[in-house]
């Protein structure tokens, strides 16, 4: 029997090794899932003159997508949200991070907007406040004002339709 | 055949001297740009420096925030000076940033059930070896005394065998 162990060894280390070459390292599980969204009061994009802040969101089911023009990957997700925000009845808030404003104007001019409303965060301060350290990223942000879900790294079609959507779903339904 | 080679000797000489040139310019310009304006207090500087050398970059994973050159290490650097103008102290910036990044943002990560593991894996690995080594090595004594149990002419032989290699030159 024990001459049987260094090929249990062997096969727990294989399996360790095989399940660790399927993990994202990148994705870090964020610490904010759970809690209530870190409190923000930020300008329109469009708009310098309007401020719209966390506690007017409160009651409504939302995503904030984290973008920015000068952002590759954005390009990728962006349509993706266009479609999904026509087709749906949903909220999607835009948080453009770190960004000038007549760019990112203009980059929504060009791809469409998906956006109820683009909040200019010029300094990356809420961005740091909601942990983000890879744009694009994005919450999904329930009645309550609670972080419900973060998904870093471009939303994906599969993504989209396999957990984003019902989760969304499923929250507008909760009181 | 000549002038062409002439020709393309030369495009080769501008092209190395370009590259050159670009190497020596480009040296100064990155050296520059790792003065992050921090302010000119060498205590909150000092300070920052030892935090930041404990936080990781999230960017660049195996990067302290003091050693990265990625744009949101200096954010942190500078929220950090920040949090240390606020008269923060070191634990609740310590907090601050687990608060946002989670635990991984420590290179020392802390005690925990999820991290038990972690802390004593290594230290299970030295006990399993030892006890392994301290088997292995009973088990060999066993085997060395039943090589003790010769008959007497086997001893001899052995002996003799012995003796007749060691006295060769």
Known sequence: MSRFWPLAIFAALVAFLYVGLHRDPHEVPSPLIGKPAPAFALTRLDDPSKTITRDQLLGHVYMLNVWASWCVSCRDEHPILVEYVRRNPVEIYGLDYKDTRPEALAWLDQLGNPYQAALFDSDGRVGINFGVYGVPETFIIDKKGVVRYKQTGPISPEVLTNTLAPMIQNLQKES | ?169
């Open chain 2, 1 to 169: 055949m000549q002038r062409m080679k002439n020709v393309l000797l030369r495009h080769f000489k501008i092209g190395v001297v370009g590259c050159l040139t670009a190497l020596v310019l480009s040296v100064p310009v990155a050296s520059a740009k790792e003065a992050i304006p921090v302010g000119n207090e060498p205590l909150v500087q000092a300070r920052m420096m030892r935090l930041a050398n404990v936080l990781r970059c999230l960017v660049c994973q195996n990067q302290t925030i003091a050693d990265s050159h990625a744009d949101l290490a200096a954010d942190l650097r500078n929220q950090i000076v920040e949090l240390i103008h606020q008269g923060k102290s070191d634990d609740e910036i310590m907090d601050y940033m687990t608060a946002r990044y989670g635990d991984f943002v420590l290179y020392r990560p802390p005690m925990k059930t999820s991290t038990v593991l972690l802390w004593f894996g290594p230290l299970l690995l030295v006990v399993i070896g030892g006890v392994t080594l301290y088997r292995s090595t009973q088990n060999r004594q066993r085997e060395g005394d039943d090589i003790a149990a010769l008959t007497p002419e086997q001893k001899s032989l052995a002996d003799q065998l012995l003796n007749r290699k060691s006295s060769k030159p």
